[in-house]
């Protein structure tokens, strides 16, 4: 029926299962649910969630974590390696290293290996993949087109989905007080819903022993993670290419989900705007604006889910409490050494700094068509809107006069030089 193979027979029956023949069905039914398997060892297993009079027999000695088997337990003592001791598999074509089997055969997959092609071609769109479940993945995204419903649907929203763990993941956005939060920090009260997001935390923490041991050859900067020293070293691109480019334009990128992002701006149609809010005619490609744009139809402030612990304050927002918090007698600990500036964030030091750059020698983005330099991205756009591109006309043109403009928050600038009753100060 596939290409699937194994040494073991229990485990190509296992894989059997997963095929829906005709005449074959799950003929084991749990009668506290609606759940059904075609194995007895699996009903028995999901039983187990049932069980609130049974203890958890097996119990982590770095957390509370509790579970009723035993290889649970030792997956989830992984979360807490955090030197990375017990990463037992690695690529031979690179120093990847990880806990996981599975994890290794994704990563394999990455590499242009001579012989390895994307054999699983999608029959709707010129989509291929590696992997089959990869390509089952992605014909969910036709399942619209095809009139296949989402069956899987968040009792708390609107919110629906074709696969039954994105539905869970979903969920937790809901988890407000943290309940189901139970990956935790050993070092500091921290909790989260997932491993990544524990695992990025616990870089934050300056343990002895743990130093940021990913230096970049180019420049200071140093990373607890490798991956974060990779997504750095794109900053000095002028040594590597960039290989994703854009059809229309000559948008060129190291990442290719920047790409994505890039080529939405060709959408003058509105094609992909597929996100639409009931209250108002706003459209957009991404869901997390469509959320963030919601807020502003919350004038009663009745779904600010985000509340402060110390006073009365409440937001939409995450990172907007966390910058409130700040207010409560917290000591400004990142300082400037060449000043008396002092600030709660990092990043804004970082910003600050920049100012003391006289000579100009961090000005990274440069313009092409002259020798202007500055420090930030935003500004380099603004001036090269004002070099006359040949085929690159003003677009935005006021309706009162004859001014044209490259950007469209410089006309409404000028049009409030239009607006009787304004005040010239």
């Given at each position: 029926?596939?290409?699937?193979?194994?040494?073991?027979?229990?485990?190509?029956?296992?894989?059997?299962?997963?095929?829906?023949?005709?005449?074959?069905?799950?003929?084991?039914?749990?009668?506290?649910?609606?759940?059904?398997?075609?194995?007895?060892?699996?009903?028995?297993?999901?039983?187990?969630?049932?069980?609130?009079?049974?203890?958890?027999?097996?119990?982590?000695?770095?957390?509370?974590?509790?579970?009723?088997?035993?290889?649970?337990?030792?997956?989830?003592?992984?979360?807490?390696?955090?030197?990375?001791?017990?990463?037992?598999?690695?690529?031979?074509?690179?120093?990847?290293?990880?806990?996981?089997?599975?994890?290794?055969?994704?990563?394999?997959a990455t590499h242009e290996v001579e012989g390895v092609r994307?054999?699983?071609?999608?029959?709707?769109?010129?989509?291929?993949?590696?992997?089959?479940?990869?390509?089952?993945?992605?014909?969910?995204?036709?399942?619209?087109?095809?009139?296949?419903?989402?069956?899987?649907?968040?009792?708390?929203?609107?919110?629906?989905?074709?696969?039954?763990?994105?539905?869970?993941?979903?969920?937790?956005?809901?988890?407000?007080?943290?309940?189901?939060?139970?990956?935790?920090?050993?070092?500091?009260?921290?909790?989260?819903?997932?491993?990544?997001?524990?695992?990025?935390?616990?870089?934050?923490?300056?343990?002895?022993?743990?130093?940021?041991?990913?230096?970049?050859?180019?420049?200071?900067?140093?990373?607890?993670?490798?991956?974060?020293?990779?997504?750095?070293?794109?900053?000095?691109?002028?040594?590597?290419?960039?290989?994703?480019?854009?059809?229309?334009?000559?948008?060129?990128?190291?990442?290719?989900?920047?790409?994505?992002?890039?080529?939405?701006?060709?959408?003058?149609?509105?094609?992909?705007?597929?996100?639409?809010?009931?209250?108002?005619?706003?459209?957009?490609?991404?869901?997390?604006?469509?959320?963030?744009?919601?807020?502003?139809?919350?004038?009663?402030?009745?779904?600010?889910?985000?509340?402060?612990?110390?006073?009365?304050?409440?937001?939409?927002?995450?990172?907007?409490?966390?910058?409130?918090?700040?207010?409560?007698?917290?000591?400004?600990?990142?300082?400037?050494?060449?000043?008396?500036?002092?600030?709660?964030?990092?990043?804004?030091?970082?910003?600050?700094?920049?100012?003391?750059?006289?000579?100009?020698?961090?000005?990274?983005?440069?313009?092409?068509m002259c020798d202007y330099k500055t420090h930030w991205n935003?500004?380099?756009?603004?001036?090269?809107?004002?070099?006359?591109?040949?085929?690159?006309?003003?677009?935005?043109?006021?309706?009162?006069?004859?001014?044209?403009?490259?950007?469209?928050?410089?006309?409404?600038?000028?049009?409030?030089?239009?607006?009787?009753?304004?005040?010239?100060?």
């Amino acid at each position: 029926m596939c290409d699937f193979k194994t040494h073991y027979k229990n485990s190509l029956n296992r894989h059997l299962a997963t095929h829906e023949v005709e005449g074959v069905r799950k003929k084991y039914t749990c009668d506290l649910c609606d759940y059904k398997a075609c194995q007895k060892d699996s009903l028995d297993i999901h039983k187990l969630t049932h069980a609130a009079g049974i203890d958890k027999k097996y119990k982590c000695e770095m957390c509370d974590y509790k579970t009723h088997f035993k290889h649970g337990l030792k997956k989830h003592q992984l979360v807490h390696d955090v030197q990375k001791n017990n990463e037992k598999y690695k690529c031979e074509m690179c120093d990847f290293k990880t806990h996981y089997k599975n994890s290794l055969n994704r990563h394999l997959a990455t590499h242009e290996v001579e012989g390895v092609r994307k054999r699983y071609t999608c029959d709707l769109c010129d989509y291929k993949a590696r992997q089959k479940d990869s390509l089952d993945i992605h014909k969910l995204t036709h399942a619209h087109a095809e009139g296949i419903d989402k069956k899987y649907k968040c009792e708390m929203c609107d919110y629906k989905t074709h696969g039954k763990a994105h539905l869970k993941s979903h969920q937790l956005i809901h988890d407000v007080q943290g309940i189901h939060k139970k990956y935790k920090c050993g070092k500091c009260d921290y909790k989260a819903h997932w491993s990544s997001s524990l695992k990025r935390h616990q870089a934050t923490h300056e343990a002895e022993g743990l130093p940021k041991k990913y230096a970049c050859d180019l420049c200071d900067y140093k990373a607890s993670q490798k991956g974060h020293l990779k997504l750095h070293k794109l900053k000095h691109g002028e040594r590597i290419d960039k290989k994703y480019k854009c059809e229309m334009c000559d948008y060129k990128t190291h990442v290719k989900q920047n790409l994505k992002t890039h080529q939405l701006v060709h959408d003058v149609h509105g094609i992909h705007m597929k996100y639409k809010c009931e209250l108002c005619d706003y459209k957009t490609p991404h869901r997390g604006r469509l959320n963030c744009h919601q807020s502003i139809h919350d004038v009663e402030g009745i779904h600010k889910k985000y509340k402060c612990g110390m006073c009365d304050y409440k937001t939409h927002f995450n990172h907007d409490l966390k910058k409130h918090q700040v207010v409560h007698g917290i000591h400004k600990k990142h300082k400037c050494d060449m000043c008396d500036y002092k600030t709660h964030f990092k990043q804004n030091l970082k910003q600050h700094q920049l100012v003391h750059d006289v000579q100009g020698i961090n000005k990274k983005y440069q313009c092409g068509m002259c020798d202007y330099k500055t420090h930030w991205n935003s500004c380099l756009k603004s001036h090269q809107a004002r070099h006359e591109v040949q085929g690159v006309a003003k677009k935005y043109t006021c309706d009162m006069c004859d001014y044209k403009a490259c950007r469209k928050d410089s006309l409404y600038i000028h049009k409030l030089t239009h607006a009787e009753g304004i005040c010239k100060n």
